[in-house]
Antibody, heavy 119, light 107 residues
């Protein structure tokens, strides 16, 4: 069965970077995009970007341009999201989600990784 | 960015009731709309994509309709396990954007 398993919770200081991992299993990793969506406590869902593990193509929401980096390791079927220059506004649960039909639909999601930014 | 709105923001209904949630897009998104269900502390779950196609395993009491800018999610015969927050999401353009959510509570 398709599974996306994310790394654990992180606490970071303002100005630092965080790297969240997303281990995929149960399907051919290179055949589907991985998207990243975040959710601040009690808030809505915010799409951050997508990447294709096969060729490395990616795209980002403009507000994260220059601050987010998406990567993957096809040998370990793991995707990564790194966010830099953290502020308290980046405190949120970060989800990876498998994208289908050019990342139109997100059919499987990881369990989420809580990132807390605090001095 | 394509702005998405939802109404109502919350609804309280009894088991067996019919519940309808509306999602409106700021621009024509044709039928590029999905619905998600999210329970507290859990990841969102895809219910419906392309406006009306039920994701595998989703109960048939969930249905979606609409096109252009106005869409609805209907839950016929509400069940206790349907207590959750429901989000719509447009897939017509990047960046993908979500509605603010509708909280469904059981009376």
């Amino acid at each position: 069965q398709v599974q996306l398993v994310q790394s654990g919770a992180e606490v970071k200081k303002p100005g630092a970077s965080v790297k969240v991992s997303c281990k995929a299993s149960g399907y051919t990793f290179t055949n589907f995009d991985i998207n990243w969506v975040r959710q601040a406590t009690g808030q809505g869902l915010e799409w951050m970007g997508w990447m294709n593990p096969r060729g490395g193509a990616s795209g980002f929401a403009q507000k994260f341009q220059g601050r987010v980096s998406l990567s993957s390791n096809t040998s370990t079927t793991t995707a990564y999201m790194e966010l830099s220059s953290l502020t308290s506004d980046d405190t949120a649960v970060y989800y990876c989600a498998r994208g289908v039909v050019s990342s139109s639909w997100f059919d499987y999601w990881g369990q989420g990784s809580l990132v807390t930014v605090s001095s | 960015d394509f702005q998405m709105t939802q109404s109502p923001s919350s609804v309280s209904a009894s088991v067996g009731d019919r519940v309808t949630i509306t999602c409106r897009a700021g621009q024509d998104i044709r039928r590029w709309l999905a619905w998600f269900q999210q329970k507290p502390g859990k990841a969102p779950k895809l219910l419906i994509y392309e406006t009306s196609t039920l994701q595998s395993g989703v109960p048939s009491r969930f249905s979606g309709s609409g096109s252009g800018t106005d869409f609805t999610l209907t839950i016929t015969s509400l069940q206790p396990e349907d207590s959750a927050t429901y989000f719509c999401q447009q897939a017509h353009a990047l960046p993908r954007t979500f509605g603010p959510g509708t909280k469904v509570e059981i009376k």
